[in-house]
């Protein structure tokens, strides 16, 4: 990944070039696992990540990116898209494990998982839970704007997303304010939990999960979730009703969570999640 940096007149930000391969920016970041991103009418994205906020647009093979904070502004953006990881190597993995992913992953062509902050994600998909996408943002909007650090980038004002010590004295009628319905409890419980359970990054994915469903509220799906999204596990995957349904029609079996959860892992091992997604995104995701 080569960086060019350079300093436009008319603005005060520094912006960062960065040359990429195999890419898809909107792709990306409009797949559904992103809650606080805005498409502008330029074509850029304006993203509220854990400790600023980016505008980034990509031309062709280019990435152009600026941000209210420039610290270290090259290696958040690489580990936020996952662009050190070889997809291409994967990719032919998954495809020499089950041609059927041959077609599928030429649609999601580009498409990576982002590497989110994790607090922020066990928060956002415990707010998930029988939630549609609308509603979710909102709540998590509502979240950051009473409880975040408020930053200035391009004349308006974002608020970051909450930190733990930000929100842990809330309790669920806090919570409640914030339209996340019966969602409160939940949050409440976790914060109470979160410095209890066990370091995450130190777990197997299997002990990891089970240290998350000790939260109230956290199933199976939602700790799928959150391991994927937020702790790099792309062995993990959710399992919902548009996941059994499509894995029986394109493979012939039963659809029932023991059977697919099986079934997947053995097929794409280490890679499972990534498949489950490409699987996802191409049915849902692309025109």
Not at 2 to 23: A, C, G, H, P, S
Not at 137 to 162: A, D, M, Q, R, W
Request: charged content about 30%; proline content about 1%.
């Amino acid at each position: 990944i080569n960086i060019r940096l350079w300093l436009l007149q008319e603005t005060r930000y520094l912006k960062m070039k960065i040359e990429v391969k195999d890419f898809d920016l909107k792709s990306t970041l409009l797949s559904g696992a992103c809650f606080r991103v805005i498409e502008e009418v330029d074509g850029s994205f304006t993203n509220i990540l854990k400790d600023r906020v980016i505008n980034i647009k990509q031309v062709t093979n280019t990435l152009i990116v600026n941000s209210n904070n420039t610290d270290n502004l090259k290696e958040v953006i690489i580990e936020y898209f996952d662009l050190d990881r070889d997809y291409n190597k994967i990719n032919e993995q998954l495809i020499n494990n089950d041609i059927k992913m041959k077609d599928i992953i030429n649609k999601c062509k580009g498409y990576r998982i982002l590497n989110q902050d994790s607090f922020e994600m066990c928060i956002s998909y415990i707010i998930s839970q029988n939630n549609n996408v609308k509603r979710i943002t909102n709540s998590i909007n509502l979240l950051s704007e009473n409880y975040g650090k408020k930053v200035i980038f391009n004349n308006k004002e974002y608020c970051l997303f909450p930190t733990y010590e930000e929100l842990k004295d809330l309790k669920s009628e806090d919570f409640r304010s914030l339209g996340v319905g019966f969602r409160d409890k939940y949050l409440e419980d976790f914060l109470t939990k979160y410095k209890e359970l066990r370091d995450i990054n130190k777990l197997s994915t299997s002990d990891a999960t089970k240290e998350l469903m000790t939260v109230k509220g956290i199933g199976l799906k939602v700790a799928s979730c959150i391991l994927l999204f937020g702790y790099k596990r792309l062995d993990t995957f959710p399992i919902d009703t548009w996941v059994k349904q499509n894995i029986k029609e394109l493979y012939g079996i039963k659809d029932d969570q023991k059977t697919i959860e099986k079934f997947t892992r053995e097929k794409y091992k280490e890679y499972s999640g990534l498949a489950i997604q490409y699987l996802f995104h191409s049915k849902r995701n692309i025109k």
